[in-house]
């Protein structure tokens, strides 16, 4: 129970319909009770006409409400029409509990909806908050599991369990109230049993909670296993790899199978044995009631035994739902977990305390930068220095794993350097508000990913206010925009998920073509040229040269582009630094990485 509190919040939000709803639960159980005194009034109005009746030595004791009724109903003529009164008494009874027990659902289960609504912008608002090293560690099944298996497990208590509960001790109190004061002893018989449904409800309780702990564990395994699937369909079947895949899916089915399965033998055992508690109780109703009533003892009507089975019966269901209250509490208590080890993570790239919000130019200075991968240990960087200067065109070349794309992502801020600093116009990139960084800098990914949108909206994602004209004048820098045009609808033309249904090439220029729209200071290009012909490759580049006019860029490659006159080549290897100069400098070097790398791709370039 400890983990629900994380949701009292809502309820204090929700305070009002929260009161509200408990009111109307009370004022739909209040009318349910009278029910049975009406129907033991009738009773015993009924055999008080019938030869040799003896009165009882005291007068039952009844409700105030009940009292006024019973005034009226003894100045009412004639046994058949004191009959039909109650008749009718009975029914606008059952229509008021019937109102209120609307009433109390457009509250109470209305509240958790809402709470269900806030509270999955709560943990989708905490998701964009963490780093990418969190993204990393955590698979994409299990963050969609807790945002809406587990969300939805949470809303099953802020509702329907909440409403039960204060049903359940609304009812009970009401029902053993008048019982006790209809005739204490045999109350007492009655209630036995309950003793030993609180100490079952106790250890199967303990039970339930942990089942529910291993079905949501299992059920983030299997949601996994399908997402991954469904997004490497492809690979699966270029491998045919269809029947492996199944066979993976069926154990982590099974698994999850057998933790529901035991879960429900433990609810298929305990429901049954509530409603033999109940059962028993309504024959010790009838069993002692009766004797009480042979013998002439206790002052025992039928009326009385009557009253008692309806109070008996009427308590059936909110007693039995005990387990179903309890299963849903535990459930819930089990997924908010769940929801709370994600939200009490916290995102190890946070805003400064003291923002510094300015323009950037695009003056950058590495200053011995050291930078460690935490979940590997891979030193990416080491002893990392450079400067850009504003305006300027810089390459970073380098095998694959020498710390390139790292470069990028430590200028998005994506991370934070283990050591040493990095200066944008003067000022350490961790006091800058993060925000303001990542909107100033254009950066296209080495891994393109597209929204299951149309073409339009990718191009100007993040820029709501950018006009079609912004778009197509991107789309023409990037060299896709006569592809665009040959699209059934051009730029409204919806692309599958992630770019499924376009090239690697289209994707990667309308990704490019993301980044141009939104003109900044900075931009950087992570080996965004990879998946283009030769062809489209010298187009954008001559495309780029007008661009970057004035801008600071860092185009990071694997490739040598003879077209673009860069002012600084930086080449890396294994974290840093070994060859840095202008293009005519590093073929200078004899010997060099840079050197040999041109000359290799020449002689690719001939063999073409």
């Known amino acids: 129970m400890k983990h629900l509190k994380a949701i009292r919040k809502y309820f204090w939000k929700y305070r009002v319909r929260l009161g509200v709803g408990i009111i109307f639960i009370f004022l739909s159980n209040y009318f349910n009770v009278l029910t049975p005194q009406v129907t033991g009034f009738v009773i015993d109005f009924v055999q008080s006409r019938l030869p040799g009746y003896q009165p009882p030595k005291r007068e039952p004791s009844y409700d105030y409400l009940m009292l006024q009724f019973i005034e009226w109903m003894k100045g009412m003529p004639g046994l058949t029409r004191v009959v039909a009164w109650c008749g009718i008494t009975i029914l606008l009874l059952a229509l008021l509990r019937g109102l209120f027990l609307f009433l109390m659902r457009q509250t109470i289960i209305v509240m ?165 508690l109940i059962g028993i109780s309504t024959l010790l109703t009838i069993m002692i009631g009766g004797l009480y009533y042979i013998n002439g003892t206790h002052n025992i009507g039928i009326g009385t035994i009557v009253e008692f089975v309806m109070y008996i019966n009427m308590l059936m269901f909110p007693v039995s739902a005990i387990g179903l209250t309890a299963s849903m509490i535990q459930r819930a208590a089990a997924s908010q977990k769940r929801i709370n080890e994600f939200l009490q993570t916290q995102p190890a790239i946070r805003e400064p305390l003291k923002v510094v919000k300015k323009e950037l130019e695009g003056n950058i200075v590495f200053d011995k930068v050291d930078f460690v991968y935490n979940d590997t240990g891979i030193r990416a960087l080491h002893d990392f220095n450079l400067t850009v200067k504003k305006g300027q065109k810089v390459a970073i070349v380098g095998r694959t794993g020498s710390g390139k794309t790292t470069v990028a992502q430590l200028l998005l801020r994506m991370y934070d350097v283990t050591s040493g600093s990095i200066q944008l116009d003067g000022v350490d990139i961790r006091d800058l508000s993060l925000r303001s960084l990542r909107e100033q800098v254009s950066y296209v990914p080495q891994d393109v990913f597209l929204f299951s949108e149309t073409v339009e909206n990718n191009i100007r994602f993040g820029l709501q206010h950018a006009d079609a004209a912004d778009v197509e004048k991107a789309a023409l820098q990037a060299s896709v925009h006569k592809e665009i045009l040959g699209f059934s609808e051009g730029y409204k033309t919806m692309i599958g998920e992630r770019g499924v249904t376009l090239s690697g090439g289209q994707k990667q220029r309308i990704s490019i073509a993301r980044a141009l729209i939104k003109d900044p ?54 974290g840093e630094i070994v060859e840095e100069g202008t293009h005519q400098e590093l073929l200078a070097i004899p010997g060099g990485y840079y050197a040999g790398l041109y000359a290799r791709q020449q002689e690719t370039d001939r063999e073409k």
């Not at 702990?213 to 059920?219: G, K």
């Not at 270029?238 to 154990?251: C, D, I, N, W």
């Not at 187009?539 to 661009?547: M, S």
């Open 112 to 276: 958790s909806r809402h709470i269900e609504y806030d509270q999955k912008n709560e943990v989708y608002r905490h998701y964009q908050q963490l780093d990418s090293a969190f993204y990393k560690r955590n698979s994409t099944g299990d963050l969609m599991n807790r945002i809406a298996e587990d969300v939805s497990r949470v809303r099953m208590f802020s509702g329907p369990a909440i409403m039960y509960l204060v049903n359940l001790i609304s009812l009970i109190s009401l029902a053993v109230f008048f019982m006790y004061k209809r005739d204490p002893l045999l109350t007492l018989y009655v209630l036995a049993p309950l003793p030993i449904l609180a100490i079952t409800i106790y250890f199967v309780n303990n039970t339930i909670h942990k089942k529910s702990e291993r079905i949501q564990a299992s059920l983030s395994d299997l949601t996994t296993n399908a997402q991954e699937s469904y997004s490497g369909i492809r690979v699966i079947k270029s491998f045919v790899q269809e029947k492996a895949m199944l066979g993976f899916f069926t154990r982590n089915s099974e698994e999850y199978r057998k933790n529901a399965i035991g879960l429900a033998r433990v609810e298929a055992v305990y429901f049954p044995s509530i409603t033999l």
């Open 521 to 574: 200071a900075m931009v950087i290009f992570d080996d965004c040229l990879s998946a283009v012909d030769a062809k489209t490759e010298k187009e954008i580049i001559g495309n780029l040269n007008d661009y970057l006019q004035g801008k600071t860029a860092i185009i990071i490659t694997h490739r040598i582009f003879t077209l673009f006159a860069f002012d600084k080549i930086v080449v890396l290897e294994e």
